[in-house]
C-alpha cells in the first residue's frame, strides 16, 4: 500500500503526516508512506485544498486533517 | 518549506458557474469569476466535478457551502453537483431576470447579477454583510 499526504509542508500537513504514520503502525501493515510536496503534482491529482491523502493514487480526502482513527478505517476500506 | 503557496487556507464558499454556451452561460461564468475576484466566494471546476476526479470531489467536500450558477432552467451545475452527493444553493440566472437570448453580457449586466446572487441569499454567499461586490 502507497499512502501519500500533499501539501507543500505546512503545519496542517506535517500534522496529517504524523497521524498516518501513527495508523500505519498501529494497523501494524506494510506501507510506503510518501509527501507530494510540488503544487503541480498536487494539482495533479484535482487537489484544490490541502493537506490531502491519497491511497494507492486515489484521493480519499483533502482540505482535512484526518484524525489517526479517521485515516486507519479508510486504510480497513 | 513553501507556506506562502499553502493551499490549506479554508475552503469556505465555492462556486460553481455552468459556463454554458450562451449569453446566460457566458453571465454565470463572468459572475461567478467577479464574485471570485471580490472575494466572495472561490471559483471551482464544475468539469472535474462532472468528471468525478476524486481530488475535486474531496475538495469540494471540504467546502462550508457549495454554489451553483446557471444561466437557464435546464441547471446543469445544479444537476452535476447533485449527481455527484452534494446538495448546492442553487441561483438560475433566468429567475433573477436574464433571459437566454435576449441578455448583453457587459459590466454592467455582469454587475447586477452579481448583486442580486449576493444580495439575494447575501448571508450564504459570503461572510461580508454588503449584497454588491467590491467595484473592481
Redesign the interface.
Given at each position: 500500500m502507497k499512502i501519500e499526504i500533499l501539501?507543500?509542508?505546512?503545519p496542517?500537513?506535517k500534522q496529517l503526516t504524523a497521524n498516518a504514520e501513527a495508523a500505519v503502525k498501529e494497523l501494524n501493515i506494510q506501507a510506503e508512506i510518501g509527501k507530494v510536496?510540488d503544487?503541480d503534482k498536487?494539482t495533479e491529482?484535482?487537489?484544490?485544498?490541502?493537506?490531502?491523502l491519497a491511497i494507492d493514487g486515489?484521493?480519499?480526502?483533502?482540505?482535512?486533517v484526518l484524525s489517526k482513527d479517521d485515516i486507519k478505517k479508510l486504510i480497513s476500506k | 518549506?513553501?507556506?506562502n503557496?499553502?493551499?490549506?487556507q479554508e475552503?469556505g464558499v465555492l462556486i460553481f458557474p455552468c459556463s454554458g454556451g450562451s449569453d446566460v452561460g457566458e453571465l454565470s461564468d463572468s459572475v461567478a469569476r467577479k464574485m471570485a475576484k471580490c472575494g466572495q466566494a472561490k471559483m471551482?471546476?464544475l468539469a472535474?466535478i462532472g468528471a468525478h476526479?476524486?481530488?475535486?470531489i474531496?475538495?469540494a467536500?471540504?467546502?462550508k457551502k457549495l454554489i451553483a450558477i446557471d444561466g437557464c432552467q435546464v441547471l446543469c451545475s445544479k444537476k452535476i453537483l447533485e449527481h455527484a452527493g452534494f446538495t448546492p444553493i442553487s441561483f438560475n440566472l433566468k429567475d433573477l431576470g436574464f433571459e437566454k437570448g435576449r441578455t448583453k453580457v457587459d459590466d454592467e449586466t455582469i454587475e447586477k447579477a452579481a448583486t442580486k446572487i449576493s444580495g439575494g441569499k447575501g448571508e450564504e454567499t459570503a461572510n461580508r454583510n454588503s449584497g454588491g461586490c467590491c467595484g473592481n
Open positions: 501539501g507543500v509542508g505546512c496542517k500537513c510536496t503544487i498536487i491529482y484535482g487537489v484544490m485544498m490541502t493537506p490531502a486515489t484521493v480519499v480526502s483533502a482540505g482535512k | 518549506m513553501a507556506e503557496n499553502c493551499m490549506c475552503a471551482f471546476c472535474g476526479i476524486p481530488g475535486m474531496e475538495s467536500k471540504a467546502a
